[in-house]
Antibody, heavy 119, light 109 residues
Framework: EVQLVESGGGLVEPGGSLRLSCAASGFTFSTYTMKWVRQAPGKGLEWVSYITSSSTTIYYADSVKGRFTVSRDNAKNSLYLQMNSLRDEDTAVYYC????????????WGQGTLVTVSS | QTVVTQEPSLTVSPGGTVTLTCASSAGAVTSGHYPNWFQQKPGQAPRALIYSTSSKHSWTPARFSGSLLGGKAALTLSGVQPEDEAEYHCMVYYGFFWVFGGGTKLTVL
């Protein structure tokens, strides 16, 4: 069974940093592209970042470019999102998702972790 | 900045049929944009339903179908069930970025 479990969310002050993790199981993590998607309270979904299986290609949404860094450790079946210079508008539930190239989108999603940026 | 637009809300009767659409400010949505559809119930993560315009995941009920209609991506639910009440999100691919629509809240009443 495919499982994606996010962790690392919490309350942080504006300008602060946080590192999210996503533990993957039930599939060969090292062969899949992964994405981070977020959802602000009461709002729609927003794509955040994309990383290919060997980390050779990485993309970011303009809203987080230069502040967020995505990475992965295939030996640990884990995906990460380092978030720096956090702003109020980064408050959201952050989901990691497995990306299917043939689908042009994610098939499996984690349950999400809440990041709240507030003073 | 590309904006993807969905109906904010729709209401359908049990057993009925409803079509949700997904339009892009960048022009017609085509199969090359790999439109995807996701279902999300309150307090839950999104669940993938349709990919590449009309392909279904192994868990997608047969009553859900995807298509292109008049330059938009479309999701049709036929024989709607009470458990289909949810928020539906479309997502469109633009080469180096992906854009989600604002979501359609579907009420089954």
């Amino acid at each position: 069974e495919v499982q994606l479990v996010e962790s690392g969310g919490g309350l942080v002050e504006p300008g602060g940093s946080l590192r999210l993790s996503c533990a993957a199981s039930g599939f060969t993590f090292s062969t899949y592209t992964m994405k981070w998607v977020r959802q602000a309270p009461g709002k729609g979904l927003e794509w955040v970042s994309y990383i290919t299986s060997s980390s050779t290609t990485i993309y970011y949404a303009d809203s987080v470019k230069g502040r967020f860094t995505v990475s992965r450790d295939n030996a640990k079946n884990s995906l990460y999102l380092q978030m720096n210079s956090l702003r109020d508008e980064d408050t959201a539930v952050y989901y990691c998702a497995r990306y299917l190239v043939v689908a042009g989108g994610p098939d499996y999603w984690g349950q999400g972790t809440l990041v709240t940026v507030s003073s | 900045q590309t904006v993807v637009t969905q109906e904010p809300s729709l209401t359908v009767s049990p057993g009925g049929t409803v079509t949700l659409t997904c339009a892009s400010s960048a022009g017609a949505v085509t199969s090359g944009h790999y439109p995807n559809w996701f279902q999300q119930k309150p307090g839950q993560a999104p669940r993938a339903l349709i990919y590449s315009t009309s392909s279904k995941h192994s868990w997608t009920p047969a009553r859900f179908s995807g298509s292109l209609l008049g330059g938009k991506a479309a999701l049709t639910l036929s024989g709607v069930q009470p458990e289909d009440e949810a928020e539906y999100h479309c997502m469109v691919y633009y080469g180096f970025f992906w854009v989600f629509g604002g979501g359609t809240k579907l009420t089954v009443l």
